[in-house]
């Protein structure tokens, strides 16, 4: 039954992992890959001294860092709302009211904030209303971190509090039952239970989190980035998309997957390093 999945996953992961040669190589399209000439690391070197390219890394960054601390929290408060209520009708409902922005495309949500928060949309109707100015949300370069940020804590928070769910649904009671007994308040039952008994899920989806850091959504970005302008809407991905496959510089975008995919791991290395520094386990057990 595995043998099927195992078939996919390497034809379409693994095997074109091989393409990456073409980062050291001046690839022409139309040629065997085996006929384009060998450049060495002059491809990185390229990359290295393009200023958008850089522009780029640190706007990835800045948007990791914003939402590593603004989003991954959410969930987790989530998940301990949804696990405190007392009627089962009420915790059903508020999961999939919760749940259900994670199932839209980002081209509805986008369309959602722009109806929202653009500058037709029903905030700057009021403000018209109210002879207060208007303010387009949507096409400010300034606080673009924070409406993606936002987006994408509408969309996926719900989602992610599921783990968290399951992860407060195998704590035993009975220790809750021992901690009120020896007189701990709803503050101590919760820092002496609830997050011991999370803190193992919540760092190793941190750790996840870490090596997909980069990946900030190549989607929802693609869509906005023109209101804003590259300034402050580029980002590794597309930076790829625009720069290496629109302007046919294959060898210089597979250039930037590779240095983004190093970053990635030495994130993973580094942030599991430190779960085996505070005693946990990790996404691996220290050797």
């Not at 509408?154 to 599921?162: N, S, T």
């Not at 790829?240 to 629109?246: D, E, K, R, S, T």
């Amino acid at each position: 039954m595995v043998v099927p999945a195992l078939i996919l996953l390497l034809l379409f992961v693994y095997v074109p992992l091989l393409g990456n040669v073409i980062a050291f190589m001046d690839y022409q399209p139309y040629i065997p890959i085996a006929q384009s000439p060998w450049v060495g690391l002059r491809n990185f070197t390229l990359l290295f001294e393009d200023p958008s390219f850089w522009t780029a890394v640190l706007n990835t960054l800045e948007i990791t860092a914003v939402q590593l601390v603004l989003f991954f929290p959410v969930p987790i408060a989530l998940a301990l709302l949804i696990h405190s209520l007392a009627w089962p009708w009420l915790r059903a409902t508020l999961q999939s009211v919760l749940y259900l922005p994670h199932f839209l495309s980002w081209v509805i949500v986008v369309g959602f904030f722009q109806q929202s928060l653009g500058a037709g949309g029903v905030m700057n109707n009021w403000l018209r209303q109210l002879d207060l100015g208007t303010v387009n949300v949507m096409a400010d370069p300034d606080t673009f971190i924070l409406l993606i940020s936002a987006q994408v804590v509408w969309k996926d928070a719900g989602w992610g509090a599921i783990i968290f769910l399951a992860a407060l649904a195998a704590i035993d009671d009975s220790l809750y039952e021992a901690a009120a007994i020896d007189g701990a308040g709803a503050w101590g039952r919760f820092w002496h239970v609830t997050l011991p008994g999370i803190r193992p899920i919540i760092v190793l989806l941190l750790i996840l989190r870490l090596g997909d850091a980069l990946n900030v959504g190549f989607e929802q970005i693609l869509l906005q980035r023109n209101a804003v302008g590259p300034g402050a809407g580029e980002v590794i991905d597309t930076y790829v998309y625009f720069h290496g496959v629109l302007d046919a510089n294959w060898s210089t975008g597979i250039a930037a997957g590779l240095i983004k995919g190093l970053v990635g791991l030495i994130l993973i290395l580094a942030a599991n390093k430190a779960a085996h520094m505070l005693g946990e386990q990790g996404v691996y057990a220290k050797s």
